[in-house]
């Protein structure tokens, strides 16, 4: 169970295979949710953020990477997942976003009032693990459900 991180920082554009975070030998209960996965670096077309084998449902990550790049590679069915600067992955619920200063602090990865990330998540039986987020902040709703990412408001 992978939950509550923020991966941030990894990789370089000259030499990395991925940037943030290789998920392989995967189980279909394994669960890889609320992560802030962002400013990884990787070579070429690799990917920026995740690379990720099949049967995992990656769900309620914030995935964002360099202008240009591609932010996930593999076979992993990704839902409710915020992805940037563009370069978006089809999926129930996912969104992309072209500026990320409009969501996210670059200082800390967290997100403010007012982001898009907030009140995004599926928040269907979720795991106990996921009931508070990376600061111990509750995830209580805003709207309709909680936040996505590591980071719920506050
Ligand atoms: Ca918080």
Same mark, same amino acid.
């Given at each position: 169970?992978?939950? #509550?991180?923020?991966?941030?920082?990894?990789? $370089?554009?000259?030499?990395?295979?991925?940037?943030?975070?290789?998920?392989?030998?995967? *189980?279909?209960?394994?669960?890889?949710?609320?992560?802030?996965?962002?400013? #990884?670096?990787?070579?070429?077309?690799?990917?920026?953020?995740?690379?990720?084998?099949?049967?995992?449902? *990656?769900?309620?990550?914030?995935?964002?990477?360099? *202008?240009?790049?591609?932010?996930?590679?593999? #076979?992993?069915?990704?839902?409710?997942?915020?992805?940037?600067?563009?370069?978006?992955?089809?999926?129930?619920?996912?969104?992309?976003?072209? $500026?990320?200063?409009?969501?996210?602090?670059?200082?800390?990865?967290?997100?403010?009032?007012?982001?898009?990330?907030?009140?995004?998540? $599926?928040?269907?039986?979720?795991?106990?693990?996921?009931?508070?987020?990376? $600061?111990?902040?509750?995830?209580?709703? #805003?709207?309709?459900?909680?936040?996505?990412? *590591?980071?719920?408001?506050?």
């Amino acid at each position: 169970m992978i939950v #509550n991180n923020i991966i941030a920082g990894n990789g $370089d554009v000259n030499n990395s295979t991925v940037g943030g975070v290789s998920l392989y030998s995967l *189980a279909a209960n394994n669960v890889f949710e609320f992560n802030t996965v962002a400013a #990884n670096a990787a070579a070429g077309t690799n990917s920026d953020g995740v690379d990720c084998t099949s049967p995992l449902v *990656a769900r309620n990550n914030i995935i964002v990477g360099s *202008a240009g790049g591609t932010h996930v590679r593999g #076979n992993c069915n990704y839902v409710n997942t915020l992805f940037g600067p563009d370069n978006g992955v089809a999926g129930t619920g996912n969104m992309t976003v072209s $500026d990320l200063a409009t969501f996210m602090f670059a200082a800390d990865f967290h997100i403010g009032a007012g982001s898009v990330a907030a009140g995004k998540a $599926d928040s269907t039986g979720l795991a106990e693990a996921t009931l508070v987020d990376i $600061d111990g902040d509750a995830r209580t709703p #805003n709207g309709s459900t909680v936040d996505v990412g *590591a980071d719920e408001i506050p």
